[in-house]
């Protein structure tokens, strides 16, 4: 079964400096690899996806993720975060496996920018 | 494109007492999912449905728990006999099936509290 870790419960962070979200997975197949994000008393939304090609995927707010199939791993970072970045980020892992449609979520990181 | 929406967004209930939550998906897609988020945890999978097919369930759950989605439109979770460890947010998902890139949407969630 496949599962993901996201090692920092929480990351706080100064207004405009640069940040990085940890996330690894496990899984004995291929897998595709998601960033949501969940803004104060929002539903989860989509930020970016890792399905094949590149490597190196980006949101339109400045994010990106890099997926590393030797670390099994897929860091978000953004170079320079704003107030309006405050949410918690889950990272998620869904197996490439017919009929397997499942996302599996890690246990998300509270991203906190500090003015 | 209206999103996922879902109702009632709160519910207290009894202990012992049925509640039943609803799921309306984005127009159009034939996928739709439940997960369950407790607590400084990421959300789990419960069920999925292709069309009004359930095609998957977790152990998560238990023979309390029954979804359906009988015309292959909007879904219904019911909880019966609530214990207070069903307390959760309930959340609803659905996709448009494009092989293996269709993305999940997700509604606002439904928070249940059993007291």
């Known amino acids: 079964a496949q599962s993901v870790t996201q090692l920092d419960s929480q990351v706080p962070v100064f207004e405009e400096a640069p940040v990085e979200l940890r996330c690894n997975y496990s899984?004995?197949?291929?897998?595709?690899l998601f960033w949501y994000v969940q803004y104060p008393n929002q539903g989860l939304q989509l930020l970016l996806k890792?399905?094949?090609?590149?490597?190196l995927v980006e949101s339109i707010n400045g994010f990106e993720a890099e997926f590393n199939k030797s670390q099994t791993s897929f860091h978000l970072r953004k170079p320079s975060v704003h107030i309006s970045d405050t949410a918690e980020y889950f990272c998620a892992v869904r197996v490439d496996d017919f009929g397997n449609e499942k996302l599996t979520f890690g246990t998300g990181t509270r991203l906190t920018i500090i003015p | 494109d209206t999103g996922v929406s879902q109702n009632p967004r709160h519910k207290i209930t009894k202990r012992g007492q049925n509640v039943t939550f609803r799921c309306d998906p984005i127009s159009e897609h034939n996928r739709l999912y439940w997960y369950r988020q407790t607590l400084g945890q990421g959300p789990e999978f419960l069920t999925y449905?292709?069309?009004?097919?359930?095609?998957?369930k977790s152990r998560l759950l238990s023979d309390r728990f029954s979804a359906e989605r009988p015309k292959g439109s909007f879904s219904t979770l019911e909880i019966q006999r609530t214990e207070q460890g069903d307390s959760a947010m309930y959340l609803c998902?659905?996709?448009?099936?494009?092989?293996?890139?269709?993305?999940?949407?997700f509604g606002p969630g439904t928070r249940l509290t059993v007291l």
């Open positions: 890792y399905l094949s090609g590149s490597t």
């Open positions: 899984s004995s197949v291929s897998v595709y």
């Open positions: 449905f292709q069309n009004e097919a359930q095609l998957e």
């Open positions: 998902a659905s996709s448009l099936s494009r092989g293996h890139s269709d993305t999940q949407y």
